[in-house]
């Protein structure tokens, strides 16, 4: 599951406090905090002006779909190269793949042409 830490991380912001888990601009801009100043004593300065945060709640929103995204076309992706690691022995070099074997591998490979997630995946049938 992608975070506001993981997004925040993403969008190169650094030295903020995020009090809670946003779920809108509303709740963002209520909780989220810039930090502008650590004093010798640890005290902080603190930034609570939305227009002052350097980050949008949309730049947010739009960088964790993005994320998401990715996390899912990398699992999908995850999830073909272990089907292929299991019919690599069929294209050893002491051994003749069937062209159903060869177009099976194929297959596989251009699943990422067609799908982004492991959710709606349609699998080729192993010959």
Do not use: C
Not at 84 to 99: G, I, N, Q, S, Y
């Amino acid at each position: 599951m992608i975070t506001i830490t993981d997004v925040l991380h993403e969008l190169g912001i650094s030295d903020y406090i995020v009090r809670g888990k946003p779920t809108n601009e509303t709740e963002f801009n209520s909780m989220f905090v810039r930090v502008t100043a650590v004093d010798d004593l640890g005290n902080i300065t603190e930034e609570t002006n939305p227009a002052n945060f350097g980050v949008t709640w949309t730049e947010i929103s739009a960088k964790k779909t993005e994320l998401e995204n990715n996390e899912s076309l990398k699992l999908l992706r995850m999830h073909r190269n272990s089907k292929l690691a299991e019919t690599d022995w069929w294209v050893l070099p002491d051994r003749t793949a069937t062209d159903e074997q060869l177009a099976y591998r194929q297959a596989l490979r251009d699943i990422t042409d067609t799908y982004s997630s492991l959710d709606d995946v349609v699998w080729p049938t192993k010959p």
